[in-house]
């Protein structure tokens, strides 16, 4: 990705805090990779090219869940909000906001 995952002296951080910071750039770059796919799988002619691509995409995808998954082991409060937004129906946007107030309410 090529910037600096640490905006205070990484010396000075906690392992805990280091490796947080590492599986958050980690999730950054496999959101990025999913992107860069898309792009190529949107462009690409060659059948078993695409096909590759588009196997090399799930794998980021799935190491993309992982990162989160990791995420939110160590952040109970993020997953209790994440689980009111995911794999719900209806209005999206809705789904966020009550996250939001009962997050706010504890």
Request: hydrophobic letters at 40%; one cysteine or more.
């Amino acid at each position: 990705m090529g910037f600096d995952q640490y905006h205070e002296p990484a010396g000075e951080l906690s392992q805990a805090t280091r490796t947080f910071a590492q599986m958050i750039t980690s999730l950054t770059e496999e959101a990025e990779a999913i992107a860069c796919y898309k792009q190529r799988i949107s462009l690409e002619k060659d059948k078993e090219a695409k096909a590759i691509m588009e196997n090399a995409q799930e794998e980021e995808f799935k190491h993309f869940g992982m990162d989160l998954e990791f995420l939110l082991r160590k952040k109970p409060t993020w997953r209790a909000t994440l689980q009111a937004i995911l794999f719900t129906r209806g209005n999206i946007v809705a789904s966020g906001k009550k996250a939001e107030e009962k997050a706010e309410k504890k």
